[in-house]
């Protein structure tokens, strides 16, 4: 049962990190080169966050989850604030700060997550892999057809809605943190 309640968490949260990642590209900013910044911000970010969780969690898997989570929350709290009414140079840097978050958190969650169904699974670990897997996959194309049904309404309420998700997420990881009788 751990197993599936860490799989379930795994898809809401690629379902609200694809849904918001998507149309990255589309921010509104102008001219269109903060656009690329960005999307540049986003990439080195990830491998920063990459090489970061891969130091720290086998120190604090468990740390290594609700800070990871933490950290993609507040990203996509940011990124929602970013539409408020301030001067340029502002919005710009919330967004600089908020896709930064946003990337390190977003390249971290792969190996948070899979290390940890991979604990909790103990001695089964390649069945373990597969339901991570498939819970990526699943939250692959339901963060996908979110992304479009927010999308068909409103580029404005992505950042928003994807942020709630965020949240409901990380109070899930913090509340539900199965862990295996190893760990």
């Known amino acids: 049962m751990p197993l599936a309640i860490r799989a379930g968490t795994i898809s809401r949260?690629?379902?609200?990190?694809?849904?918001?990642s998507?149309?990255?590209?589309?921010?509104?900013?102008?001219?269109?080169?903060?656009k690329t910044v960005f999307l540049t911000l986003f990439g080195i970010a990830g491998a920063v966050g990459t090489f970061l969780i891969g130091r720290?969690?086998?120190?604090?898997?468990?740390?290594?989850?609700?800070?990871t989570m933490s950290t993609f929350t507040a990203g996509l709290v940011i990124l929602a604030l970013t539409p408020i009414p301030a001067p340029a140079i502002v919005t710009l840097v919330l967004a600089a700060i908020a896709v930064t978050?946003?990337?390190?958190?977003?390249?971290?969650?792969g190996p948070?997550?899979?290390t940890g169904v991979m604990r909790i699974a103990e001695r089964d670990a390649d069945r373990a892999s597969a339901v991570y897997v498939t819970g990526v996959q699943i939250g692959i194309a339901s963060g996908s057809a979110l992304g479009a049904l927010i999308l068909g309404q409103s580029f404005a309420?992505?950042?928003?809605?994807?942020?709630?998700?965020?949240?409901?997420?990380l109070v899930l990881v913090i509340v539900r943190r199965p862990t295996s009788t190893i760990f």
């Open 56 to 67: 720290y969690i086998d120190k604090g898997p468990q740390r290594a989850e609700i800070l």
């Open 157 to 169: 309420w992505l950042p928003t809605v994807s942020a709630i998700f965020a949240l409901l997420v």
């Open 22 to 34: 998507r149309p990255i590209s589309r921010f509104p900013t102008k001219p269109p080169r903060p």
């Open 112 to 114: 948070v997550f899979q």
């Open 13 to 20: 949260m690629v379902r609200r990190c694809l849904s918001t």
């Open 101 to 109: 978050a946003w990337g390190v958190a977003f390249a971290a969650t």
